[in-house]
Nanobody, 122 residues
Framework: QVQLVQSGGGSVQPGGSLTLSCYID????????IAWFRQVPGRVREAILC???????YYEDSVKDRFTFSRDNSKSTMYLQMNNLKLEDSSVYYC????????????????WGRGSQVTVSS
């Protein structure tokens, strides 16, 4: 069973920054698309961005200038750097993996982390 182990998250004031990490057991760079999603209660899980064969794809316009994907392949770890956080960024954030190209559809991802709570409040 492939594991995605998340860490990071927490509480921050508006304008603050947080970094989420996602360690992917058995990660092989060339075969997988890695995405970050977020979900608030009562709503479907929404794609934020994805890193795949075609580079980085953003699915959420509101984060394009604030959230950055990075990776350390030597550590099999992906990161989501979140800057200038806003109240509406409060959510549970998930990393996910799928074989092949990026997709913004959560049901096309096979492997998921357990989620990291991010709370932005003043």
């Amino acid at each position: 069973q492939v594991q995605l182990v998340q860490s990071g998250g927490g509480s921050v004031q508006p304008g603050g920054s947080l970094t989420l990490s996602c360690y992917i057991d058995g990660f092989t760079e060339n075969y997988w698309a890695i995405a970050w999603f977020r979900q608030v209660p009562g709503r479907v899980r929404e794609a934020i961005l994805c890193s795949g064969k075609d580079g980085i794809t953003y699915y959420e316009d509101s984060v394009k200038d604030r959230f950055t994907f990075s990776r350390d392949n030597s550590k099999s770890t992906m990161y989501l750097q979140m800057n200038n956080l806003k109240l509406e960024d409060s959510s549970v954030y998930y990393c996910a993996r799928r074989l092949g190209r990026c997709s913004g559809k959560y049901n096309e991802y096979r492997n998921w982390g357990r989620g990291s709570q991010v709370t932005v409040s003043s």
